[in-house]
T-cell receptor
Framework: DGGITQSPKYLFRKEGQNVTLSCEQNLNHDAMYWYRQDPGQGLRLIYYSQIVNDFQKGDIAEGYSVSREKKESFPLTVTSAQKNPTAFYLC??????????FGPGTRLTVL | AQSVTQLGSHVSVSEGALVLLRCNYSSSVPPYLFWYVQYPNQGLQLLLKYTTGATLVKGINGFEAEFKKSETSFHLTKPSAHMSDAAEYFCAVSHGSGNTGKLIFGQGTTLQVKP
């Protein structure tokens, strides 16, 4: 089955730690996106990548980093510089008709 | 700049009643418009989308939406609510084809369906 997988489903981070969230897709999509979701704020774009080895900052990129070494993979690192990282993180990829397909999400909690 | 406003963060309807979730957008170029649904602790699922052509768009689970350019609206409707429709709904806008495909989301509307 084609789709997007995110792991882990739940992640706990201590203060000062970096953590990496995984996002993999087998839909053969060029473009991939990371969103952050907080209650009552909808989804906000962190980073996006339109092609392998290229990515751009979204609206709230501070404290986050990404890489795009393979078409299938777009991992997100939440660094210690992100002061309020507790949130639900969603990864998506986009097809040629401009439709975005979402993964199941990772819930990150800072202890 | 593009933006999306969803009127009403919570909407409550009785089972069998009409569902109406409101969405207004602003865009300087012809928009692509989307409605997504999210169940608790899950990702988003596309309900329907408008790109070009017919302004009345039919989606999954009996939902439909009408693009009204003069009103800059894309309201979501369903004639008869079912208990399984209880979820959070997001309206989103992006530029047309040939762009980055970034989606701008509204703040979401939580739909409650009462028995």
């Amino acid at each position: 089955d084609g789709g997007i997988t995110q792991s882990p489903k739940y992640l706990f981070r201590k203060e000062g730690q970096n953590v990496t969230l995984s996002c993999e897709q087998n839909l053969n999509h060029d473009a991939m996106y990371w969103y952050r979701q907080d209650p009552g704020q909808g989804l906000r774009l962190i980073y996006y990548s339109q092609i392998v080895n290229d990515f751009q900052k979204g609206d709230i990129a501070e404290g986050y980093s990404v890489s795009r070494e393979k078409k299938e993979s777009f991992p997100l690192t939440v660094t210690s510089a992100q002061k309020n990282p507790t949130a639900f993180y969603l990864c998506a990829s986009r097809d040629r008709d401009n439709e975005q397909f979402f993964g199941p999400g990772t819930r990150l909690t800072v202890l | 700049a593009q933006s999306v406003t969803q009127l009403g963060s919570h909407v409550s309807v009785s089972e069998g009643a009409l569902v109406l979730l409101r969405c207004n957008y602003s865009s300087s170029v012809p928009p692509y418009l989307f409605w997504y649904v999210q169940y608790p602790n899950q990702g988003l699922q596309l309900l329907l989308k408008y790109t070009t052509g017919a302004t009345l768009v039919k989606g999954i689970n009996g939902f439909e939406a009408e693009f009204k350019k003069s009103e800059t609206s894309f309201h979501l409707t369903k004639p008869s609510a079912h208990m399984s429709d209880a979820a959070e709904y997001f309206c989103a806008v992006s530029h047309g084809s040939g762009n980055t495909g970034k989606l701008i989301f509204g703040q979401g509307t939580t739909l409650q369906v009462k028995p």
